[in-house]
């Protein structure tokens, strides 16, 4: 991790809304959300926000490193439709060691969507791989 990595760091995101990114494309028994409409799925606006926060560490990772998502809290307050994009703003708050916390927000372009904090963990990608690849052995 290079020491350009701090608080104020910001980068913007946006991403188009498909009928894939709706709730009743999302879940896994479609029976229990029949009565839903075609409306961005709450894990989608996650991962855009998680996106938007690792475009912020992109540029200040050192070789072979990577990050994960370790803590997520978010509202998601208005429904976005698909077509529409949203923009996410992703702000470091905070450097902790290899913990970075960002303060997230999506606006779909009418109604501000979502906001709260996401924490990410600066990992070794070759550490976390071979930690994968012992846990696929044991469950094999």
Known sequence: MKSTL??????????IVTAANT?????????TFDDIPEVLATAYMVVM???ACTKVLRPHL??????LGIAVSVTHIAATLPGQTVTVTATIE????????FRVAAHDGLDKI???????AIVPWDRFKAGVA???????
Do not use: C, F, Q, W
């Not at 709730?23 to 029976?31: E, G, Q, T």
């Not at 905070?94 to 916390?101: A, C, D, H, M, W």
């Not at 012992?134 to 094999?140: E, F, L, M």
């Open 23 to 31: 709730v009743p494309h999302l879940a896994m028994d479609r029976s």
């Open 94 to 101: 905070k450097v902790e060691g290899r913990k970075i916390t």
């Open 49 to 51: 926000m998680e996106g």
């Open 62 to 67: 050192d070789t072979n490193e990577g990050s």
């Open 6 to 15: 701090t608080p104020g760091l910001s980068e913007t995101h946006a991403y």
């Open 134 to 140: 012992g846990k696929a052995a044991r469950i094999t």
């Open 114 to 120: 979502g906001e709260g904090t996401h924490t990410r």
